[in-house]
């Protein structure tokens, strides 16, 4: 079945970055455009960035462009987020699926901005 491993959050200061991982499984990963998630604490999940199936599109939110940025290693089944700048409103748990699926969310890895 689809499965979705996000992995590299952690505690950041203000400023600091952080690389996520994201490895898939259960589908033809180099087929499908991927998407990164966050969810807020109190707050709803929304999208954070896309990526088409071979890399060469990216989408951001307007407040992230130039902070993050998406990749993906079609080989390796594996989309990357990577966050720089970090800010204490980037704190959240960040999730990654395919892009306007309903696939099931994965655990997602805690992303913490704190001083």
């Known amino acids: 079945q689809v499965q979705f491993v996000e992995s590299g959050g952690g505690l950041v200061q203000p400023g600091g970055s952080l690389r996520l991982s994201c490895e898939a499984s259960?589908?033809?990963?180099?087929?499908?455009?991927m998407s990164w998630h966050r969810q807020a604490p109190g707050k709803g999940r929304e999208l954070v960035a896309s990526?088409?199936?071979?890399?060469?599109?990216?989408t951001y939110i307007d407040s992230l462009k130039g902070r993050f940025t998406i990749s993906r290693d079609n080989a390796k089944n594996t989309t990357y987020l990577q966050m720089n700048s970090l800010k204490p409103d980037d704190t959240a748990v960040y999730y990654c699926?395919?892009?306007?699926?309903?696939?099931?969310w994965g655990q997602g890895t805690q992303v913490t901005v704190s001083s």
């Open positions: 699926k395919r892009t306007r699926y309903s696939d099931s």
């Open positions: 259960g589908f033809t990963f180099s087929n499908y455009a």
């Open positions: 990526i088409g199936s071979t890399g060469r599109s990216t």
